[in-house]
């Protein structure tokens, strides 16, 4: 699958539009318990990196959950790209659950407007060849922080964690008792909101073998 970023792109909501955003629909992964979602991903020797860029990752609750959403019913897990092609998982959950231990990791900071960026720098996106992501989410018993995050990059582990909220006590509030696993979120553009973040030129990405499995 190829993918389009024109010159001076950020947002696909957006002109020029760039990217994509859409979920993988008809997948019903709603009693899941843990899901993995796999795919590569090919950058050029020549790619931009910028200032970042949004990579595609699972999500549950409902969607939406991203843009600033304040997450207390859903979550997302999509990966990104910084600077020099520095990665990370971008996290969307509830801000004020979270462990101290996650946001105090020098990798990881919660103090975000938007997402959490959680172990930032832990690798590297490749230019010029292809890299492959395997992340894996397990759900938090409801209420407590222990729900958990892996993220295998070509087949190495770079962040596992064990001190996730993604979700809260399914009694504390009716929307939460809603809060499963949902289909895979594509989303894929340069930003950030502002244009500083977009392309000076125009560029592509190219993806291969996605792939999903849930409760292995």
């Not at 993995?36 to 970042?52: I, K, R």
């Not at 520095?86 to 990791?105: R, V």
């Not at 490749?126 to 938090?140: C, F, K, Y």
Request: glycine share 10%; aromatic share 14%.
């Amino acid at each position: 699958m190829q993918l389009f970023y024109p010159a001076n792109s950020i947002d696909p909501a957006q002109k020029p539009q760039g990217g994509a955003d859409f979920y993988a629909e008809p997948l019903d992964i709603s009693d899941a318990t843990n899901v993995t979602l796999e795919y590569s991903v090919f950058f050029p020797n020549d790619f931009d990196w910028v200032l970042a860029g949004k990579l595609p990752g699972m999500y549950g609750g409902h969607t939406g959950c991203s843009g600033g959403n304040a997450a207390l019913d859903c979550f997302s897990t999509r990966m990104m790209w910084r600077q020099d092609g520095e990665g990370e998982l971008y996290l969307y959950a509830p801000k004020d659950k979270q462990t101290k231990e996650l946001c105090d990791d020098p990798k990881s900071s919660c103090d975000e407007a938007y997402g959490l960026s959680i172990g930032r720098g832990s690798f590297k996106w490749a230019a010029g060849s292809w890299t492959n992501i395997r992340q894996t989410i397990s759900l938090n018993t409801p209420g407590e922080q222990d729900g958990s995050f892996t993220l295998d990059v070509n087949g190495q582990r770079k962040i596992d964690r064990n001190d996730v909220f993604y979700r809260e006590d399914l009694g504390s509030r009716k929307s939460h008792a809603k809060t499963t696993h949902a289909p895979p979120k594509t989303t894929t553009f340069f930003g950030g909101h502002e244009e500083k973040y977009a392309t000076p030129r125009d560029q592509y990405v190219w993806f291969k073998d996605f792939a999903v499995s849930y409760n292995s």
